[in-house]
């Protein structure tokens, strides 16, 4: 049992130096998925039916199929058509293009949460439509979409484990190592997954300070 | 005197369901208009329609002079010159008391921030609502959220104030509040089309009061001479069960 406990100890700093890729990936892959479902929210809103097929083919596309998949396509089917990514890229890539179809879906659930009141009353007042979504909308809907948001990111954090598959030396990619060389899986992936353990708590805590901060005064005892 | 509301035979529908079926009725300027009949009877719709929040299917609106119902006359314009108090007040729960008056005042009507909060506390004053200001909508009571829907209507110096059941959603205790408000800015000579159940308060303060049912205005008088009619029988029980 102590064997064990210093083992994990002994393998903890070597574990940790993963974290820091692990978080790359997940911070710049859930960036350029909040880049693309803010680009393709407005246009499911605001744009003509002739549009609207785009956003709702790319989500059913990309929710519809698996990760896994899409980062083979990106990593080992794009160099046949000349665009070759390295394997932290690729992985970056094929995350974020998939977690913009999930943050897409929480963006336009929320905008669809807020009552037709609040258009009404926003619209009788004269504001422009362009006005009605950056002042009332908007506002109120991405507070209704953090939580689901927080969620996507945590999620997003644990399937970064994924791209420890085409060779991105994260978390999981470390753990692999260490397993071939001490032969101790177990041991191994358990300090692997209190590690990520930490890391999800950590950032749901935060997340749960801001939307403390965020949240809309009164609103809980309306309920 | 001016007319300054014409409807001209408006018909409005929700898919199927045709809910106006050609109402006719002006209002002159100055004058308090009540609104009463059974719910569904289309009065509410009817509102909506004088600032387009419902599309009419056919018919003539003038406001001002302003034909509303061309599709060449600029609506936000003619938003911006009417005030609507919605029956669930619609306050904007993400801002302040002031900065739900303020706002309006500074993107549509293109006020400094100085000047539209500035007009804004004038306002909150007016209801009686200026030690709020710093408050959230929903830490109001239903009575004081109604209050200041009405400071934001009026903020926007409406040439006309279209009130849609103001009190309805509002428990007993809380409509004396907001009916001792409208009181008050009833007797400062604006234009009122107030859709209401407050029979005393309609008849304190409405010149002329419509009755509507099934999509048309079945009368048209005095609210004294519709709430106390003997020779209207469908009056006579609309009332009648009205207070029971």
């Given at each position: 049992m102590l064997d064990t406990l210093f083992f994990i100890a002994s393998i903890i700093p070597f574990l940790i130096q993963g974290i820091s890729v692990t978080l790359q990936v997940t911070l710049f892959a859930f960036a350029i998925g909040l880049a693309l479902a803010s680009l393709l929210t407005p246009i499911r809103v605001f744009a003509p039916v002739s549009l609207s097929w785009l956003p709702r083919t790319y989500v059913e596309l990309f929710r519809g199929t698996p990760l896994l998949v899409q980062l083979f396509l990106i990593y080992f089917g794009?160099?046949?058509?000349?665009?070759?990514l390295d394997a932290l890229t690729a992985g970056i890539l094929a995350l974020g293009l998939n977690s913009a179809a999930y943050q897409a879906e929480i963006f336009r659930a929320s905008i669809k949460g807020i009552p037709e009141s609040q258009f009404l009353?926003?619209?009788?007042?004269?504001?422009?439509?362009?006005?009605?979504?950056?002042?009332?909308?908007?506002?109120?809907?991405?507070r209704i979409a953090l939580p689901a948001l927080v969620n996507e990111f945590v999620t997003?954090?644990?399937e970064s484990s994924l791209v420890a598959i085409?060779?991105?030396?994260?978390?999981?990619?470390?753990?692999?190592?260490?397993?071939?060389?001490?032969?101790?899986?177990?041991?191994?992936?358990?300090?692997?997954?209190?590690l990520y353990l930490v890391l999800c708590l950590t950032f749901s805590q935060g997340a749960k300070i801001i939307e403390k901060k965020l949240k809309i005064p009164g609103y809980e005892r309306s309920r | 005197?001016?007319?300054?509301?014409?409807?001209?035979?408006?018909?409005?529908?929700?898919?199927?369901?045709?809910?106006?079926?050609?109402?006719?009725?002006?209002?002159?300027?100055?004058?308090?208009?009540?609104i009463v009949g059974p719910s569904g009877s289309g009065k509410s719709t009817l509102l909506k329609c004088i600032v387009r929040l419902v599309e009419p299917i056919k018919g003539k609106i003038?406001?001002?002079?302003?034909?509303?119902?061309?599709?060449?006359?600029?609506?936000?314009?003619?938003?911006?010159?009417?005030?609507?108090?919605?029956?669930?007040?619609?306050?904007?729960?993400?801002?302040?008391?002031?900065?739900?008056?303020?706002?309006?005042?500074?993107?549509?009507?293109?006020?400094?921030?100085?000047?539209?909060?500035?007009?804004?506390?004038?306002?909150?004053?007016?209801?009686?609502?200026?030690?709020?200001?710093?408050?959230?909508?929903?830490?109001?009571?239903?009575?004081?959220?109604?209050?200041v829907a009405i400071a934001?209507?009026?903020?926007?110096?409406?040439?006309?104030?279209?009130?849609?059941?103001?009190?309805?959603?509002?428990?007993?205790?809380?409509?004396?509040?907001?009916?001792?408000?409208?009181?008050r800015i009833a007797r400062e000579g604006i234009s009122m089309l107030i859709v209401t159940h407050e029979m005393d308060f309609a008849e304190e303060v409405a010149d002329r009061m419509l009755f509507m049912e099934d999509g048309k205005i079945l009368a048209a008088d005095s609210p004294a001479k519709l709430i106390h009619s003997l020779e209207n029988e469908r009056l006579v029980r609309f009332f009648r069960k009205l207070k029971a």
């Open positions: 794009l160099p046949s058509k000349g665009i070759k009353a926003a619209e009788s007042l004269g504001m422009s439509r362009l006005q009605v979504y950056r002042y009332v909308v908007f506002p109120q809907a991405f997003l954090m644990k085409i060779g991105v030396a994260e978390l999981t990619r470390r753990g692999e190592y260490l397993v071939a060389y001490t032969f101790r899986a177990l041991e191994v992936y358990i300090a692997v997954a209190m | 005197m001016k007319n300054l509301l014409l409807v001209e035979d408006l018909w409005a529908s929700y898919g199927e369901h045709m809910v106006l079926k050609g109402v006719n009725f002006a209002l002159k300027k100055g004058e308090k208009v009540v003038f406001l001002d002079g302003v034909e509303v119902t061309s599709p060449k006359t600029d609506i936000r314009s003619v938003r911006a010159k009417t005030g609507f108090v919605f029956q669930n007040y619609n306050l904007f729960p993400h801002m302040t008391v002031l900065e739900n008056i303020a706002l309006p005042l500074r993107i549509v009507k293109k006020l400094t921030k100085k000047d539209a909060e500035e007009k804004a506390k004038i306002m909150l004053k007016t209801v009686g609502m200026d030690a709020y200001m710093d408050k959230y909508p929903l830490q109001l009571s239903g009575g004081q959220q109604q209050r934001r209507a009026l903020a926007m110096d409406p040439i006309l104030l279209l009130l849609d059941e103001p009190t309805s959603a509002l428990d007993p205790e809380l409509r004396g509040e907001v009916l001792d408000v409208l009181r």
